[in-house]
């Protein structure tokens, strides 16, 4: 491609509405432009990362058995109706009338639609397993659309679902996929993790989510030192502590004036935060719940919502507090206290603790679980911490990461056969219903997800394999004949083996030619100029390294292919 003729409409500017960086440069190295809130145009450079993971996606759902179709993306309000979920989806389901006043949404997501259709035509456990998937665009009208491609209102999803005749059965599609998945994330040259995940509002008993590291993530994940262990931080279970062994003291109040975070209390009575038991509290379904956990820890509201097996879980108003704990905000504790206490595994340990008084301005030294209240429940109510214990292996300690979730396995069960009863006869011609998985990859959002993990001051560093184009050839000057000549030869030897190559032939001066080149991130540059050519040579330069070999035409077409079919092969 000669980038004369091509279009890459880059800039120079930071753009001001960007507060990411992949957001910032794909707008910047011209992949992207925006039409509305989160509703994006897809220029020729991003269409081509786009497609390249697509590919890789295609290749290996493929690989994995999955069988690819097309579904709308606008879809009957029926089957959502029928699932419940018209009801349950709130407000990020778009939804609208045709004109004859029936109703549709743009679909967010498909489980609905692809039951449907399997359960009118799969009849007989003959035809499972099957596992049917697509590469579709998505609209979730999000509450705050931002970040770019990173969390858009239209974006563009693989989505696959399996369809099996058992529990044990879907356990095996789901393995498959979870394997896919792992081989699409390394093909595409990405630092990733896979890490359980909570099963949410979708139902269902168990699902990973793969994560691609990044400091800007949304998502905090934790790994194992030593063993296979990883899980987001709203499902990583936390393990017991050894208990303290301490004579109870007896218990004393405390004048804590206009002191009520664990910062100003434990700095005033000259203690850790982990001699502080935090009192938070909670509506559960409109009953108010008092959640202890240790000072410097914080509480687990997926963990606590899963216990109590609530609805809806949120933190108390002012006016709940006060009329529970007659005290202010920043005073409450355990002692006294007439609501349902859930004490964290870890509090169960502690002896001797301080907690707030119940009254303004007062804190209890020396607070004894048993002795001085008793908790209705003890469990893993808190986030897990970098150094924790790792609950499955008794070497390692858990490494705290930052991550950004591109893909999502999910064991859905019988929940959507069940709703819309799609069923099939076995063996025995007896009815029984299917059992299901979904299984989704973010392709728009992989793409910026590559991007945030691999950029630096200059622009993109995109990993070979989705790099819009592998390398790019820049010519010094192209009023040089000779250069423009070798040009030429090196873009038509690199093309005949399969080499993608951005021939920038603009008349430009080589200093914006390199800052463009740098800013869209192409892995490889040779850069042809006329001094270097006189010996024969031209410049190979690495954009993440920055390393420059002075290599012969023919050297520099073979390390190129070298590379980018190791890179295209690993
Ligand atoms: P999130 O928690 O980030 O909102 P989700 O859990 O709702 O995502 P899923 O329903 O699991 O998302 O969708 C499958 C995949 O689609 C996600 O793993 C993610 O990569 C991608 N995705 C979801 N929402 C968006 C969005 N608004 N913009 C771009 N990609 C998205
Ligand atoms: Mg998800």
Redesign the pocket.
């Known amino acids: 491609m000669r980038y004369s003729q091509y279009f890459i409409p880059t800039v120079k500017e930071t753009p001001s509405d960007a507060e990411v960086v992949s957001h910032k440069l794909m707008l910047r190295a011209g992949m992207i432009r925006k039409l509305a809130a989160g509703i994006y145009n897809y220029l020729p450079l991003g269409l081509r990362s786009i497609r390249k993971v697509e590919q890789i996606v295609r290749e290996e759902m493929n690989r994995a058995g999955a069988i690819e179709l097309l579904m709308p993306s606008v879809q009957p309000a029926e089957l959502w109706q029928e699932s419940k979920r018209w009801e349950q989806y709130g407000k990020e389901l778009l939804r609208f009338k045709d004109r004859k006043d029936a109703e549709f949404c743009l679909g967010p ?1 498909h489980e609905e639609v692809i039951t449907d259709l399997v359960r009118r035509e799969v009849k007989s456990y003959r035809q499972m397993p099957l596992n049917l998937y697509q590469v579709q665009s998505k609209f ?1 009208d ?1 509450i705050r659309p931002r970040f770019g ?4 209102r239209e ?1 563009i ?1 693989k989505d696959a679902y399996s369809f099996d005749v058992s529990s044990e059965a879907a356990d095996i599609s789901y393995d498959k996929m979870y394997q896919a998945y792992r081989r699409i994330f390394q093909r595409c040259g990405l630092r990733f993790r896979a890490v359980e995940a909570d099963t949410g509002s979708i139902g269902g008993s168990s699902s990973h989510e793969f994560m691609v590291l990044a400091d800007s993530g949304e998502d905090a994940i934790v790994s194992c030192t030593a063993c296979e262990y990883a899980a987001n931080v709203e499902k990583a279970e936390a393990r017991l502590f050894p208990p303290e062994h301490a004579e109870p003291r007896e218990l004393e109040k405390v004048e804590t004036p206009q002191k009520r975070s664990v910062e100003e209390v434990t700095a005033f009575l000259g203690i850790p935060a982990s001699s502080l038991v935090k009192t938070l509290l909670c509506v559960a379904d409109g009953e108010p719940v008092a959640a202890l956990v240790r000072g410097d820890h914080d509480l687990n509201e997926i963990k606590l919502k899963h216990l109590l097996g609530c609805e809806e879980l949120e933190m108390a108003s002012e006016e709940v507090v006060e009329r529970v704990t007659g005290a202010p905000v920043g005073f409450a504790g355990p002692v006294g206290l007439k609501i349902k206490i859930v004490a964290d595994l870890v509090v169960q340990g502690m002896k001797n603790f301080v907690t707030g008084g119940n009254a303004r301005d007062l804190h209890f030294k020396n607070v004894n679980i048993g002795r001085d209240f008793t908790p209705a429940l003890i469990a893993d109510i808190r986030n897990v911490v970098h150094g924790d214990p790792c609950p499955r292996c008794e070497a390692g300690h858990l490494e705290m990461w930052r991550g950004i ?4 396995v999910f064991k859905l069960g019988t929940k959507y056969s069940e709703s819309l009863r799609a069923t099939f006869l076995d063996a025995d011609g007896k009815e029984q219903v299917i059992f299901m998985g979904c299984y ?3 392709i ?2 992989t793409v910026a997800a590559c991007i945030e993990q691999n950029h630096d001051a200059d622009g993109i560093i995109f990993p070979i394999p989705i790099a819009p184009f592998h390398c790019i050839i820049s010519a010094v000057s192209t009023k040089d004949a000779e250069v423009m000549a070798a040009c030429d030869e090196l873009y038509r030897a690199l093309t005949a083996v399969g080499v993608e190559v951005l021939f920038d032939d603009r008349d430009e001066r080589p200093g914006s030619k390199f800052k463009d080149a740098d800013l869209i991130g192409i892995p490889l540059r040779i850069v042809v100029g006329s001094k270097n050519l006189a010996e024969g040579k031209v410049e190979l330069k690495y954009r993440k390294s920055g390393e420059v070999s002075l290599l012969t035409l023919a050297e520099a077409v073979e390390t190129v292919k070298g590379l980018v079919v190791a890179a295209l092969n690993q």
Do not use: A, Q, W
């Not at 491609?149 to 858009?152: D, H, I």
């Not at 979730?405 to 999502?408: D, K, L, Q, R, W």
């Open positions: 997501t979730r999000e491609l990173m969390r858009g974006f999803m979730e591109v893909g999502h989704g990859i973010g728009s959002r």
